[in-house]
């Protein structure tokens, strides 16, 4: 894993613009899983009568969104370090050691960007804070996410 982690070291940080643009991308993909888990869920438990007293508690909501952000992630960061939205951006998350983020790093990253965003974006403006430059997520999970070249994205440019 020596190359791997060679190579890793030597590829750029992704900037905080090409990554608040691969967000948005994968947002727009996580919205719709988020609306058809409130609709199954809705579909479960019944139609509610008024607003004050909803069919679907929030904890469950809350919960089922959870794991859909966690398998959502998971699943592509596990399988190629790319989400959909990374991988317009030529962005690939990346471990300190080279190897795929294990499903306790996905989970530490997705919680910990989380917190990040809840803290008013806190979380990802520390990595304008020298001398790593990383977000809090990156520091716990030991990831970050990196720019790949355009001659090996497998993309024309």
């Known amino acids: 894993m020596e190359a791997s982690e060679a190579r890793n070291q030597n590829l750029p940080p992704a900037p905080l613009w090409r990554h608040l643009l691969a967000m948005l991308y994968d947002t727009l993909l996580i919205v719709p899983l988020f609306m058809a888990a409130a609709a199954l869920w809705v579909a479960l438990l019944g139609p509610t009568d008024n607003i004050r007293d909803p069919a679907v508690p929030a904890a469950l909501q809350w919960c089922t969104w959870g794991v859909i952000l966690l398998a959502f992630f998971g699943i592509f960061w596990r399988r190629a370090g790319q989400t959909l939205g990374m991988q317009a951006w030529r962005l690939r998350l990346v471990t300190e050691s080279g190897t795929p983020p294990t499903w306790l790093q996905v989970t530490i990253r997705v919680a910990g960007a989380t917190v990040s965003f809840a803290a ?38």
């Open 120 to 157: 008013l974006g806190g979380g990802y403006w520390w990595r304008f804070i020298p001398p790593r430059r990383r977000y809090w997520h990156d520091r716990l999970s030991k990831t970050h996410i990196v720019v790949i070249p355009k001659d090996s994205s497998g993309r024309r440019g």
